[in-house]
Structure formats: structure tokens, C-alpha cells
């Protein structure tokens, strides 16, 4: 059974930085891309970044780009999210997220998913 | 703003079917799958159809999903109490080479 397991949330001043972590289980890890998934309270799901399984590429939304680095470490089967520079528009639950299917297919769904871990940026 | 659309609520009284519509453009919907996400309350997201009208293992075949052109509709037939919780779609956006959802729409079982 697919696991996932998001921490390192938390209360940080805007400015600030946090870095969250996402352990995985359950699955041949470094096969599949992972992405982090927000959900702003009361919003819906908003896709914020991926990075590949083999060839470690990695994508952004713009809302984050330049200021969050998505990247894993396979042997540790973890998931990270560097987040810097936060905003108070930053503030939602974080999700980590198994991604499947085949982007040049047009296929591609986001198959489990963390309990995710709560940010609050804020003074 | 989200880059699909769907109705913010839909409600139906139990044994009943309710249809969750999400609408999107040629960038995303009209040249890519959708899938659907079922979200209790106070949970995390759970993949409920993909490939349009796929459904993982485990899920019952009362959730089924279609798409036309640049929409797509997920059904649920014989409603429950339990069936109560946001429903989100999602595809690709090829122009935005992003992942894109819908706001989320809230069903209600009266």
C-alpha cells in the first residue's frame, strides 16, 4: 500500500523559509515523478511543483518559481519542498502527491497523497 | 481563479444521481485526460476517476466520468450520506505546461 507522509510545516514570518519533507513507502519510489500539491483554506487544489522520477527534472508553477526547489532523495525515498521567501498568500496545506500516467500522452492523474502539512505565513 | 470551471455546490437527496460538471478550454480539457478527485471532510485528496472514466481499484461504479470536447461530467448514482465531500477535476494544460484543477464543487446528500 502507497504511503506518504508530509512534515516540517509550520508558523514562519513572511520573508521566512521552511523546508518540508515527504517519506515515502509502499512503491518503487524513483520510478515515479512527485509533486507538491497547496490547497489554500477554503480554495481549491492549485499544482505548485514536479520533479521526474529517472532524469530528476524538475517544473514550477509561476507562482512559486524562483522561490520554492523541489528535489528527492532516492535513496531515502523523500520527497522535498524548499520554500523561501514566503508570502502570506502562501498559507494552504501542502500535499505531496504520487503522480502517474504520461505527460506526452495527455495522461496524467495524481494516483495517492499525503495527509499534508500545514503552512502559516504570517507576522 | 481556477483555469476549470465547475458549480461551487450541487445537492441531491440520498438513492438519487447528481452530474458535477467542470469546464475547461483546447489547452487543457480539449486535448488532455481528466480525472476527479473526491475529498471527505478534513481529508486529503482521493483519485476517483482517471483517463476520464477510469476507475481505480476499490472505487465503486457508481462514480463515472466522461468528457466532450472541452468538458468534462462526473456522475454519481444511488447517492449516500457518504458520498458527501469536494469534488475537484484536473488535467494538463499544454499551454501552461502546468498541472491545472477546478475550484471544487461541494456535494450535499439531503
Known amino acids: 500500500e502507497v504511503h506518504l507522509l508530509e512534515s516540517g510545516g509550520g508558523l514562519v514570518q513572511p520573508g521566512g523559509s521552511l523546508r518540508l519533507s515527504c517519506a515515502a513507502s509502499?512503491?518503487?519510489?524513483?520510478?515515479?515523478?512527485m509533486t507538491w500539491v497547496r490547497q489554500a483554506p477554503g480554495r481549491g487544489l492549485e499544482w505548485i511543483s514536479e520533479?521526474?522520477?529517472?532524469?530528476?527534472?524538475?517544473f514550477y508553477a509561476d507562482s512559486v518559481k524562483g522561490r520554492f526547489t523541489i528535489s528527492r532523495d532516492n535513496s531515502k525515498n523523500t520527497l522535498y519542498l524548499q520554500m523561501d521567501s514566503l508570502r502570506a498568500e502562501d498559507t494552504a496545506v501542502y500535499y505531496c502527491a504520487q503522480r502517474g500516467g504520461t505527460v506526452a500522452t495527455g495522461k496524467g492523474r495524481f494516483d495517492s497523497w499525503g495527509q499534508g502539512t500545514l503552512v502559516i505565513v504570517s507576522p | 481563479q481556477s483555469v476549470l470551471t465547475q458549480p461551487p455546490s450541487v445537492s441531491a437527496a440520498p438513492g438519487q444521481k447528481v452530474t458535477i460538471s467542470c469546464s475547461g478550454s483546447s489547452s487543457n480539457i480539449g486535448n488532455n485526460y481528466v480525472s476527479w478527485y473526491q475529498q471527505l471532510p478534513g481529508t486529503a485528496p482521493k483519485l476517483l476517476i482517471y483517463?476520464?472514466?477510469k476507475r481505480p481499484s476499490g472505487i465503486p461504479d457508481r462514480f463515472s466520468g466522461s468528457r466532450s470536447g472541452t468538458s468534462a461530467t462526473l456522475d454519481i448514482t444511488g447517492l449516500q450520506t457518504g458520498d458527501e465531500a469536494v469534488y475537484s477535476c484536473?488535467?494538463?494544460?499544454?499551454?501552461?505546461?502546468?498541472?491545472?484543477f477546478g475550484g471544487g464543487t461541494k456535494l450535499t446528500v439531503l
Open positions: 484536473g488535467t494538463r494544460d499544454s499551454s501552461l505546461s502546468a498541472w491545472v
Open positions: 520533479i521526474g522520477g529517472i532524469d530528476g527534472d524538475t
Open positions: 509502499g512503491f518503487t519510489f524513483s520510478i515515479y515523478a
Open positions: 483517463d476520464n472514466n
